[in-house]
């Protein structure tokens, strides 16, 4: 019997370590991992520079409080900066974290220039944004917020409807959140002139535009964020997953503009930018925002989508589409995404569903060839024997 609640509906299957891109589990099989604990493990498992990184800082220095100047997240915090459009950060833990300081800080924005009432954000219908109250009422999910009471302030219109979007904004909304590549909804591309659109829409209406960045940004789409191609400046970005490797970190990136309503005491988080996530944050980062390592991630998904696309073309009564970007691949199916799923991880390997009958495959970042390959043929031998 298990203590832990039941509010996850848990494989029946557990792991003792991993290594690159693979899981071995307690009864002795060895698994391709094929969503990286949900985008978070970019480097795939057991990275030796993330050991030594973990050792090394273990041995000085932990936690201390935000009191106090901590100088592994100064350093982070001026990386992300330099790399990005961003002016300031703030540290947090997680990804709900992260989109709930955002939304905190458009607020506080508008306060402070003297406009109380703007507090509304916009957000696309069934998006994901995270777990707590305020943000499983951003979602706009019935599935998420029933039976949670209510949260307001937020309001939604349909992905893809743009007469809806722009009729929705009113004098009291404050910014539009949208994630970049919707991860959960289902992997869809929010394109390139739709980004520039919505900064376009923004600027007009004097609102501010969040993009979230949790599952999508950090190298994962090929750009270390993925609305880098369209040359649009949000101005507020949540980051989580796939910056801290698995360890647990999360952070707020804004512009200088926004950044007036974040005085002291505004907000805070005891274990946010702690030195411990800040060394782990620092060694992720160096790896991934190279223009080598970037390169390599759209090699990798150059290859994983060709390849997808022929296993389309060759079962076109199982695979509908195959979507996403980098390495953040949604495969749409016309079967049970449920059963297909099993069945990949009963052949070893390890995929994740999103919503739209979708089966997400996000690998390490630095996935080999190889492994992709072996990916491909069990997805093959499952098609095969799918009817
Ligand atoms: C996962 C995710 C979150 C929430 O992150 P947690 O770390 O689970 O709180 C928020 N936004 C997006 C787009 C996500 O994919």
């Given amino acids: ?31 391709l991992d094929m969503l990286s604990g949900i985008a978070v493990n970019s480097l795939g498992h057991a990275h030796p520079k993330l050991i030594k990184t973990i050792r090394d800082q273990s041995k000085k220095l932990w936690h201390v409080s935000n009191a106090f100047q901590i100088p592994e997240g100064e350093k982070l915090a001026k990386k992300l900066c330099q790399k990005t459009f961003a002016d300031y950060v703030i540290f947090q833990n997680s990804g709900a974290e992260a989109t709930e300081a955002a939304i905190k800080i458009a607020r506080k924005y508008f306060y402070s220039i003297g406009k109380p009432n703007k507090t509304k954000i916009l957000c696309i219908k069934n998006s994901f944004h995270g777990r707590t109250l305020a943000t499983i009422f951003a979602s706009g999910s019935k599935k998420m917020t029933e039976g949670f009471g209510h949260v307001g302030g937020f309001q939604h219109f349909v992905f893809g409807d743009h007469k809806s979007l722009k009729k929705k904004i009113t004098k009291n909304t404050a910014a539009i959140m949208v994630e970049t590549i919707m991860g959960e909804g289902g992997i869809k591309v ?63 990136l804004m512009n200088k503009k926004v950044a007036i309503g974040m005085t002291p005491g505004t ?62 691949i949604g495969v749409q199916l016309s079967v049970d995404q449920n059963k297909f799923i099993k069945k990949l991880m009963d052949n070893r390997l390890l995929t994740i569903r999103a919503a739209e009958n979708v089966v997400r495959i996000l690998p390490p970042l630095n996935v080999k060839i190889k492994e992709i390959d072996i990916a491909l043929k069990i997805i093959d031998k499952v098609c095969s024997e799918t009817k």
């Avoid at 298990?2 to 071995?24: D, E, Q, T, V, W």
């Fill in 1 to 31: 019997m298990s203590y832990l609640a039941k509010n996850y509906n848990r494989k029946k299957i557990s792991f003792k370590h991993g290594k690159g891109s693979y899981l071995f589990s307690t009864d002795g099989k060895k698994y």
């Fill in 190 to 252: 929010i394109p390139d002139w739709c980004l520039k659109g919505l900064r376009k829409l923004c600027d007009k209406k004097k609102i501010l535009l969040i993009l979230d960045e949790v599952q999508c940004g950090i190298s994962r789409s090929g750009d270390f964020f993925a609305f880098e191609k369209s040359k649009v400046k949000p101005d507020i970005v949540p980051i989580a997953k796939g910056i801290g490797g698995g360890f647990p970190i999360g952070a707020v």
């Fill in 267 to 328: 907000h805070g988080s005891t274990f946010g930018g702690n030195p411990l996530a800040m060394a782990v944050g620092n060694t992720v980062m160096d790896i991934v925002s190279t223009k080598k390592f970037l390169n390599n991630v759209k090699k990798s998904s150059k290859y994983f989508f060709f390849h997808l696309n022929k296993l389309k073309k060759r079962y076109p009564n199982i695979i509908k589409e195959v979507r996403g970007r980098g390495l953040l």
